[in-house]
DNA sequence: GTTATTGTACCGATCGTTCGGTATAATCTT
DNA sequence: AAGATTATACCGAACGATCGGTACAATAAC
């Protein structure tokens, strides 16, 4: 087993359970490890497992979400492929968020302060981007977070009410809400729910 | 120890720590009963605690928090008071939503369907003040989960940043949201983070 | 004195964790 | 090159603690 495959696995049962919900059990079940293996890998336990998890997520998983905002092209296709990208990450709304999930209860500081590092990293490549439409910093800021918001938000509203059509809206509406465009009128044709 | 304290302190275990967090050690302080005076109240144990604080959130709490939708006055005042009645019932964005922590990991089927009426309630009373702007069934339905979105992602947020400002945004752009009101350039003076 | 309610003592199961040990591969010694 | 040693990865079995839950006697309320 790779490191990756692993790491996808830890992941998967930690976003899907939560740190508490997560019981070494189903990490050991869900790795094909045993216990006593997965404690050889992390010798600090759960939190390590959940900590590194962590780590990964604002190190690899944001950063390669993220990347299509940086590269070429005009900026309305990037965040296309962002929202894409993200869809694909969420699976269309229907797994939740490590952030959300993961950040309830006792996690471990070290768990927590990764995750709060994650999500700063995802605000920071969100106002980047709309830095790049002219809005100052604090304005690019607010308009970061409060995609994000409506992105977790949604997940949340998907989790709970199994509809997870507010979250392909909260996706179509990216691009307006990180570049200040009005999204009063928008067409939401096909797309009701 | 009256029944509205006794689902004050359950709720606020379970909205703190989830469900699978909250060991019945943490309830039977919180209330300050033991075990089985907790079993005697709830023969169904945890899950229906869980599920009952749930019923309650939906039945109760929703309709308290809305109240002022449906009283008179102009629609903006209306939804004003409705902002501060989240925003205390958040604290201030401090506390995180019971819709999200409790909706991780198994919290039992009762628990789950009372989360799901709860939130649809929400919805339901966000999309009828949205109607009232002249928006047409799907789209108050929208705005609502939309607004609905915004304030638990920032809630989301705040729980792993320890930022309450995006809350206190979404509380602000509530009335826009729902109403359909264009805010790309909307004040934020004073407002900034 | 009857009925609720609580306190105490438990139960089996599972929790996170640790220990002793195995197999293979790399590293060192000579 | 051969043998001894170390490092790495994994496993099975158990640890004490706590989990959710139960049985029942003592107490409180009426």
Chains 1, 2 share one sequence.
Not at 29 to 46: D, E, N, V, W
Not at 47 to 56: H, K, L, S, T, Y
Not at 117 to 126: E, L, P, S
Request: proline share 3%.
């Amino acid at each position: 087993m790779t490191d990756a495959q692993l790491f996808d696995r830890l992941t998967d049962v930690f976003r899907s359970a939560g740190f508490e919900g997560a019981s070494l059990s189903d990490l050991a079940i869900a790795t094909g490890l045993q216990k006593s293996s997965l404690y050889h890998r992390f010798p600090g336990g759960k939190a390590q497992m959940a900590a590194e998890v962590a780590e990964r997520l604002g190190k690899r998983d944001v950063e390669q979400a993220l990347a299509p905002l940086f590269a070429d092209g005009p900026i309305e296709a990037r965040l296309g492929r962002v929202g894409r990208s993200l869809t694909a990450f969420y699976e269309g709304g229907a797994k939740s968020c490590l952030l959300d999930t993961m950040s309830i209860g006792a996690a471990g500081p070290d768990a927590q302060r990764a995750l709060a590092a994650a999500a700063n990293r995802w605000i920071q490549g969100f106002a980047r981007v709309a830095a790049e439409s002219g809005a100052d910093e604090a304005e690019a800021q607010r308009r970061a977070q409060d995609a994000i918001a409506a992105i977790e938000g949604a997940l949340v509203l998907a989790r709970v009410t199994k509809n997870t059509r507010p979250f392909a809206r909260a996706i179509q509406q990216l691009p307006a809400v990180l570049l200040g465009i009005d999204r009063t009128h928008a067409d939401h044709t096909n797309k009701r729910g």
